[in-house]
């Protein structure tokens, strides 16, 4: 049985850094991975497979990154936690040495 | 009572927040008088990949080298913790986010897959479990404090209070690691404002919200509160710089009078052209000082050529590279070389060959610096073994460049330009700033004058002036020429200014030799392994009761063959050793075939992490007492 945390729900977008924090899409704020509310809604393969679709890409936070193939998505799904989106960190090129 | 000297990781994902953390923490330590050196470790994907500041801090003196095991490990996240748990010294403390407890080895996709495979298979022999949890519980049956704290919980308070935007969270995690250090360390609350406020200049919400963070930080840990107290500085602080090998040498480009930069961005080297970028316009009670033109060229041929053509033009010029980019300036240094030009490449050395360890340090280039180009001519190349001689030298290869144009390489590496160290201030009252320029003689002007080895130079546009300059060779006037007496004593004019280079600058800039003088054995090297070699000097006296020197060679070409020579033969040392950050130990096959000296022990590093004190103590006192010519020595992940 998948609780109704955040983390399950379809419309949570985890921190690339920090999957615990993330975005609440229906209520653009932040939340945490274990907070829970009305508005959950589990999220299913088939919202993996319309965003894959739609645009090209869904995000493990088990793994911290892109996957771009239904195949990895199938894989990844039986035992990580995938999201539709992601937040990416705005300090991000601040805090990143420059390298090439 | 506390401590007067320990060693700190700070660890997470690169671009976490792990710059500020260490950046915040540094100012907050120097704020209170305290010296410190923080290397930086980060993997050349930037983002993401486990990133650490490996730190050492002192209320005595400002820190030489770094040491294993450390006494502090904060972790931002599991792969920290894994990687470097075996680091902590018994009886230190452990910083981590109980969050992540239940996180596996296996289950860090950023975490390389040989390393995983050393680590669970240690653990298996050990009989610990491969997740967070038995880690700490094994780290506390060795004494070791755990300290587990929620990022979470802080992270939400944080977000329902302030209304966080959630895109900007690295900011505050770094405010975690800060607060969570000051309050192990002893550091009071306006220090650490300070550090917040010198990070956050110009932005006092996030100062107020890192604020509020080291309050919840400070509640939930105070029964830890000055477990590693450090006693009060006596270091004798009036004003210091903290700042990085890059920003150093920026800051010392802009004393001694640049006026144009160029460069292609490329690791560890961009972050001083960035830095000048930033100040090209500096003002000084109402008068502008510069400006300094800084050009980011489309590659690194057009950084060395117009940089070139900046000297030719009268101006102070520099470029600054790393390995690969300087392999595209060979033509150009060349083509300076021919034209006696004076232009000055800053080479930040970094792990080769190809594109090697891009954001991992190294000093296997010398040789390559020292030999680069074809044809013969003269060029000089310097070293610099910290933070402060860096600054001197920047200027000294100017002075050099300008005085008897020719192209000067200051070969630095990635270890000084990434560090951040308490650096006194520099006696500018000693800082002489010599241009060598000589007048032009009234009648005909010959560039190439061959009256004297370095002919008056008139920059391009002089009124009246005419000059060529084309990279054939050439007569005096520059004109191209292929008569067999004017290529001699053109071509010797060139090089031979390397002899006037042997005899005017003093043999201090040259080498220095550091310690009391026992002839047990004599260690030698040259850039950024001098902390490490110092102290290790310390160490070796304290353990065997050997008495050694450290020979720093500064000037790398020509090479100071007299000046080494006699250290050598006054003191009469049985045992030379030469240390690098290379796997042949360059330094030594240099000094054989510019000196005739024959060093016959080496200690090796090319895993592209820094020197640390205990593994080069331990390697000195390997060669010193066995028949081992050869060790390499490879501590840290």
């Not at chain 1, 609440?24 to 945490?32: E, I, Q």
Request: proline share 4%; glycine share 8%; aromatic share 8%.
């Amino acid at each position: 049985m998948i609780d109704e945390k955040c983390r399950n729900c379809a419309n949570y977008s985890p921190h690339i850094h920090f999957p615990q924090v993330g975005r609440c899409l229906v209520f653009d704020t932040g939340v945490s991975e274990s907070d829970s509310c009305s508005k959950f809604r589990r999220i299913s393969i088939d919202d993996l497979l319309s965003t894959l679709g739609r645009e090209g890409s869904v995000y493990c936070a088990t793994c911290g990154t892109s996957l771009i193939s239904e195949e990895d998505l199938k894989t990844h799904s039986r035992s990580h936690c995938l999201t539709t989106r992601v937040v990416i960190d705005e300090a991000i090129a601040e805090e990143s040495k420059a390298a090439d | 009572m506390g401590f007067s000297e320990l060693s700190i990781i700070l660890g997470g994902p690169q671009g976490s927040g792990l710059e500020t953390s260490m950046l915040a923490l540094s100012r907050a330590l120097a704020y209170r008088g305290y010296g410190i050196l923080a290397d930086r470790e980060y993997y050349s994907n930037i983002v993401g990949r486990h990133s650490y500041i490996h730190m050492s801090v002192s209320s005595k003196r400002i820190p030489r080298s770094l040491t294993y095991p450390v006494k502090l490990l904060i972790s931002m996240d599991a792969e920290t913790v894994f990687t470097h748990f075996r680091d902590v010294e018994d009886g230190g403390i452990l910083v981590y986010d109980k969050d992540t407890r239940i996180k596996k080895i296996a289950e860090i996709p950023s975490m390389e897959d040989s390393l995983k495979s050393r680590l669970i298979r240690d653990l298996k022999t050990l009989g610990i479990g491969e997740d967070l949890e038995s880690i700490t519980e094994m780290l506390r049956s060795r004494g070791i404090v755990t300290i587990g704290t929620s990022f979470q919980v802080i992270l939400k308070d944080l977000m329902k209070i302030y209304g966080i935007d959630p895109r900007s969270l690295s900011r505050y995690v770094s405010g975690i690691v800060t607060s969570s250090a000051s309050l192990l360390l002893g550091l009071d609350r306006e220090a650490l404002r300070y550090g917040f406020e010198s990070v956050f200049s110009g932005r006092p919400k996030l100062v107020e919200q890192n604020m509020f963070i080291a309050d919840v930080v400070w509640r939930e840990l105070r029964s830890y509160e000055g477990l590693l107290k450090l006693e009060d500085s006596e270091i004798d602080f009036d004003e210091l710089l903290v700042a990085t090998g890059n920003d150093v040498v920026a800051i010392a480009k802009i004393v001694s009078g640049l006026r144009y930069q160029s460069y292609y961005p490329i690791t560890p080297a961009a972050d001083e052209s960035f830095f000048l970028e930033k100040y090209e316009v500096s003002e000084l009670d109402g008068s502008v000082i510069g400006p300094v033109v800084v050009v980011q060229t489309e590659d690194e041929i057009a950084a060395i050529n117009s940089a070139i053509g900046a000297a030719l033009a009268g101006a102070r010029s520099a470029t600054a590279t790393s390995g690969p980019g300087f392999d595209l300036m060979v033509e150009g240094l060349s083509w300076a070389g021919m034209n006696e030009v004076p232009v000055v490449i800053t080479y930040y050395q970094r792990g080769g060959p190809s594109t090697g360890l891009p954001t991992r340090g190294s000093q296997s280039d010398l040789l390559s610096s020292v030999f680069a180009a074809h044809g013969e001519f003269a060029k000089v190349v310097i070293s610099s073994g910290d933070h402060l001689d860096a600054f001197y030298d920047t200027i000294l290869a100017f002075n050099i460049a300008e005085k008897y144009q020719l192209p000067v390489i200051h070969l630095l590496d990635k270890f000084l330009a990434n560090s951040t160290s308490t650096i006194p201030l520099p006696d500018l009252d000693n800082v002489k700033i010599e241009r060598g320029l000589k007048p032009v003689p009234p009648g005909e002007y010959k560039r190439f004058n061959l009256e004297t080895l370095v002919s008056p130079r008139a920059p391009l546009g002089t009124p009246g002036i005419i000059m060529w300059y084309t990279g054939d060779e050439h007569d005096e006037h520059g004109h191209i020429s292929e008569d067999p007496d004017s290529r001699v004593r053109m071509y010797s004019k060139r090089i031979e200014k390397l002899k006037l280079v042997d005899e005017e600058i003093p043999g201090d800039l040259k080498l220095r030799v550091h310690g009391d003088g026992g002839g047990d054995f004599c260690l030698i090297g040259w850039g950024s392994v001098k902390g490490a070699a110092l102290d290790a000097l310390g160490e070796i006296v304290r353990r065997s009761n050997l008495r050694g020197v450290y020979i720093d060679v500064k000037m790398l070409w020509p090479f100071p063959r007299r000046e080494l020579a006699e250290v050598i033969r006054r003191s009469g040392f049985e045992k030379i050793i030469a240390v690098e950050h290379s796997y042949g130990v360059n330094i030594a096959d240099l000094a054989a075939m510019a000196a005739g000296i024959r060093i016959g022990k080496r200690i090796a590093k090319f895993t592209g992490r820094p020197i640390t004190l205990g593994e080069l103590t331990q390697a000195l006192e390997k060669v010193l007492t066995s028949d081992i010519e050869y060790v390499v020595i490879s501590y840290g992940e």
